[in-house]
C-alpha cells in the first residue's frame, strides 16, 4: 500500500533529535527553527519528557475515560496553576482540531444557538465544524459546508460590532486565535480583544480562544490572550501541549456546567498523553520557558530588525512572522539546504513563520541570523 498523498514533502527523512537539533538518516544535522509547526515546545527528546513517558508505560499507557484517573487530574491542577484558571476545569482530547470542535459544542450545547463569528484569515482546523471556521474555502469539503460561520475582518472592530448584532439572536460564540499563526502572525488589537470580551459578557455569548498555535508559553505568555489582559469563556489548547504527543485540551470557564453526553472521547487524556503533557508543563516551569521565550522572542526580533530584506516582523515570544519581497519558499529553500535550517511557512507565500522549540540557545538564533543573512544576500 502506498501513502495518500496530501503534503508537499521536503526531501528528507528525519530519524533522531536532540532538543534544537534534527539529524537525517545520512546523518545530516539540522536546525529546528519550525518546531515541527510550532510542536516541540520543550525541546526535542527532553530527558525529564523521555524518562516520564518511558516510566508511564512501564505502569499503563491507556485506560478507559470510564474509570478515575489521576493523571489527568494533575494535569488539570498544573495547567490550572501556571495558566492562571484555576478555577476553569479541563477536557481532554487528541487534537487541536478535536479541541477547537469541542469547544464550539459546549457553548452550542449551553447556548442553545448555532452561529459563529470568526475571522479573515484564520485558522482552526480540518475536521467539520471548525474547518467550516477557517478562512481557506480551499479546505473546506460539501459536506463541511455550513452557514454557521459568519467572517469578519481581522481588527476591524465596527464591522464586527454590526456582524454581532444583525446575529445577536442566534449567536453561541465568537472565536479568534490568541495570535494568528498559519495567518502570517498577525496580532489581534487591545481594541478588539476587548470589544470582543465586553460584547460577548453582556450578551451571553461565549467567547473562545483558539490558542493551540499561539499557547504554552510560545507568545511569551502562557496563552497570547493575556497580553490583552482579556479572559475568555473557552480556551483551547494542543501543538506544544505534549511536546509532540496528540494532545488537545479545552479550558472552560465556570459559568459553563457540565452535562454528562455533552463530550466524550475513546483516547482523550489517557495515561500516556497525561504523562507527556505533565511532563512539559514541569519543564515550562523547572526551565522558565515563559521567560525565555519572551526574553529570546525581543533577541531575535531586534537582530531581524538589523536586516535590509526583511519588509515587516511581527511577532511575540518564539512566534515571529518575516515578510519578504520575494516567496519566502525560496529563502527557506536555501535554508534548508545551504545551512541545514528548518522553518515554517505561512499562507502569504511571502511570508516566513519562525517557531522554534522555546529551549533554543542564543548562539543558535546567531547562526540562524547570520545564514538568513547570507541567503538574503546571495539571492
Ligand atoms: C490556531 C490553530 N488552530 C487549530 C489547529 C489545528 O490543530 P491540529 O492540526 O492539531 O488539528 C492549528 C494547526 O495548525 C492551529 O494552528
Redesign the pocket.
Known amino acids: 500500500m502506498k501513502l495518500f498523498d496530501v503534503y508537499p514533502l521536503m526531501p528528507v527523512n528525519i530519524v533522531k533529535a536532540e532538543n534544537c537539533k534534527l539529524w537525517d538518516e545520512n546523518g545530516a544535522e539540522y536546525l529546528d527553527f519550525y518546531g515541527g509547526?510550532?510542536v516541540i515546545s520543550v525541546g526535542h527528546t527532553h530527558p525529564h519528557y523521555v524518562a516520564k513517558i518511558k516510566n508511564q508505560l512501564d505502569q499503563i499507557g491507556f485506560y478507559s475515560n470510564s474509570v478515575i484517573n489521576k493523571l489527568q487530574e494533575e494535569l488539570a491542577e498544573k495547567l490550572g496553576k501556571i495558566s492562571g484558571y484555576e478555577d476553569y476545569s479541563l477536557f481532554l482530547c487528541n487534537?487541536?482540531?478535536?479541541a477547537?470542535e469541542n469547544a464550539l459544542k459546549v457553548a452550542s450545547f449551553t447556548s442553545r444557538k448555532k452561529k459563529f463569528i470568526t475571522f479573515r484569515n484564520s485558522?482552526?482546523?480540518?475536521?467539520s465544524a471548525?474547518v467550516a471556521a477557517t478562512d481557506d474555502p480551499s479546505i473546506v469539503a460539501p459536506v463541511n459546508e455550513t452557514e454557521n460561520f459568519i467572517f469578519c475582518e481581522w481588527n476591524n472592530v465596527e464591522e464586527f460590532e454590526k456582524l454581532f448584532f444583525e446575529n445577536i439572536q442566534k449567536l453561541a460564540g465568537v472565536i479568534i486565535?490568541g495570535i494568528q499563526?498559519?495567518g502570517g502572525i498577525q496580532i489581534p488589537s487591545q481594541e478588539l480583544m476587548n470589544k470582543i470580551e465586553r460584547l460577548c459578557n453582556e450578551n451571553s455569548v461565549f467567547f473562545i480562544s483558539?490558542e493551540?498555535?499561539?499557547g504554552y508559553a510560545r507568545s511569551g505568555k502562557f496563552f497570547a490572550h493575556q497580553y490583552f489582559d482579556v479572559k475568555p469563556d473557552i480556551i483551547?489548547t494542543?501543538?506544544g501541549m505534549a511536546n509532540g504527543f496528540p494532545i488537545?485540551g479545552v479550558l472552560i470557564s465556570p459559568k459553563i456546567q457540565a452535562k454528562h453526553k455533552m463530550l466524550g472521547t475513546t483516547f482523550g487524556g489517557n495515561h500516556l498523553a497525561c504523562a507527556a503533557a505533565i511532563a512539559v508543563l514541569e519543564i515550562i516551569e523547572n526551565e522558565n520557558l515563559i521567560r525565555e521565550s519572551l526574553e529570546k522572542g525581543k533577541y531575535l526580533i531586534q537582530k531581524l530588525k538589523e536586516i535590509p530584506q526583511i519588509k515587516a516582523i511581527r511577532g511575540k515570544g518564539l512566534l515571529i512572522g518575516i515578510d519578504f519581497e520575494i516567496p519566502a519558499a525560496q529563502v527557506s529553500k536555501k535554508l534548508r539546504e545551504e545551512f541545514k535550517i528548518f522553518v515554517g511557512s505561512a499562507s502569504d507565500p511571502l511570508t516566513m513563520r519562525l517557531l522554534p522549540p522555546l529551549t533554543i540557545s542564543y548562539p543558535e538564533m546567531d547562526y540562524f541570523i547570520s545564514s538568513l543573512k547570507s541567503v538574503l544576500n546571495s539571492i
Do not use: P, Y
Open positions: 509547526h510550532a487534537s487541536g482540531a478535536e477547537n485558522f482552526h482546523g480540518r475536521t471548525v486565535e499563526g498559519i483558539d493551540i498555535q499561539s483551547t494542543a501543538k488537545g
